[in-house]
T-cell receptor, first 112, second 114 residues
Framework: NAGVTQTPKFQVLKTGQSMTLQCAQDMNHNSMYWYRQDPGMGLRLIYYSASEGTTDKGEVPNGYNVSRLNKREFSLRLESAAPSQTSVYFC???????????FGDGTRLSIL | QKEVEQNSGPLSVPEGAIASLNCTYSDRGSQSFFWYRQYSGKSPELIMSIYSNGDKEDGRFTAQLNKASQYVSLLIRDSQPSDSATYLCAGTIYRGTSYGKLTFGQGTILTVHP
């Protein structure tokens, strides 16, 4: 049982390049989330999708877009990468809003 | 004030001792609380959930919730070196369109020394 799968695990980009981070869950969860984690800043919510067909901004959405492709998949896109977006990105999912979230292994993204 | 705050760390305890981790939250609409453990370079792993006032025990872990004081804690009994990690407190905050979103504290680094 894979749970939440994120690809890629590591990526280096140059400033201005674009990239899409992929996330898929096989637990039939309704809600999915994207976070970034930076030293001293904790986990911060970028975007979330409460259910298939809906997306909403989180705490730090600027510079990102998301797509809830279907119930399983939720992607995060950086249109024009900036060094400030260097971070570890985590995708998470849960069956319903008040239930625990399950995290993927993360994507470590460096932007030069 | 941050929505979820954890007491300043890092915390260092000897093996076999009780580690006490604390968290306060600002929004009285908060409904659910979770403790996650995160090893260096790894993703957060759920260790405890608590939804109502009182204590909840699971093995060596006890979570405590006091909604009147807006306080959540995690006790780790008989601490082991393998418990050394960052512990994240998180709560779901209800505020209109913020329904169900999880807010994390900054984390407390715990070191258990032999």
């Amino acid at each position: 049982n894979a749970g939440v799968t994120q690809t890629p695990k590591f990526q280096v980009l140059k400033t201005g390049q674009s990239m899409t981070l992929q996330c898929a869950q096989d637990m039939n969860h309704n809600s999915m989330y994207w976070y970034r984690q930076d030293p001293g800043m904790g986990l911060r919510l970028i975007y979330y999708s409460a259910s298939e067909g809906t997306t909403d901004k989180g705490e730090v959405p600027n510079g990102y877009n998301v797509s809830r492709l279907n119930k399983r998949e939720f992607s995060l896109r950086l249109e024009s990468a900036a060094p400030s977006q260097t971070s570890v990105y985590f995708c998470a999912s849960n069956p319903r809003p008040y239930e625990p979230q399950h995290f993927g292994d993360g994507t470590r993204l460096s932007i030069l | 004030q941050k929505e979820v705050e954890q007491n300043s760390g890092p915390l260092s305890v000897p093996e076999g001792a009780i580690a006490s981790l604390n968290c306060t939250y600002s929004d009285r609409g908060s409904q659910s609380f979770f403790w996650y453990r995160q090893y260096s370079g790894k993703s957060p792993e759920l260790i405890m959930s608590i939804y109502s006032n009182g204590d909840k025990e699971d093995g060596r872990f006890t979570a405590q919730l006091n909604k009147a004081s807006q306080y959540v804690s995690l006790l780790i009994r008989d601490s082991q070196p393998s418990d050394s990690a960052t512990y994240l407190c998180a709560g779901t905050i209800y505020r209109g369109t913020s329904y169900g979103k999880l807010t994390f504290g900054q984390g407390t680094i715990l070191t258990v020394h032999p």
